[in-house]
């Protein structure tokens, strides 16, 4: 997959990334509100989890792209509670939302049993990159 910036006031130069499956939507918004755009790219894996993933670069005061870091859900408890794949991702208002389904213990890859978990991201500074941090956590 190759996003090709234009009209930045530094480099233009196209960036390529390798995915393990396919492009599922694109959105472009501003989460930060800093006046300059993102590029949210969601991918889907192939294979019966159809596990989601998010590649996004955020530009920067006109002149260049920055990646932006989606940790990896692993990493937080409450998130990954139930995860078994089939993400759906997209910009609401002024947050990344990512949606799944949440399995329990014994149910199938087909047929989850425990509802729908949405998980709340917002856009912050970090050290070398901009993160997609976890603000809140909700099951319905």
Request: proline share 5%.
């Amino acid at each position: 997959m190759t996003i090709t910036p234009a009209g930045l006031k530094g480099d233009n130069k196209p960036v390529t990334h390798n995915i393990d499956g396919y492009v599922s939507n694109a959105e472009i918004a501003d989460l930060n509100a800093d006046g300059s755009p993102e590029i949210y790219v969601y991918t889907v894996a192939e294979g019966t989890g159809r596990f989601g993933d998010v590649i996004a670069y955020s530009v920067n005061s006109g002149k260049s792209m920055t990646q932006i870091n989606l940790p990896n859900i692993e990493n937080n408890k409450e998130a990954y509670e139930g995860y078994g794949g089939k993400d759906q991702f997209e910009v609401v208002e002024n947050r990344l939302v990512r949606r799944f389904p949440v399995f329990k213990e014994g149910d199938a890859n087909s047929a989850p049993s425990g509802g729908t978990k949405q998980i709340q991201y917002k856009l912050v500074p970090g050290e070398a990159m901009w993160q997609l941090e976890v603000d809140k956590v909700v099951a319905y």
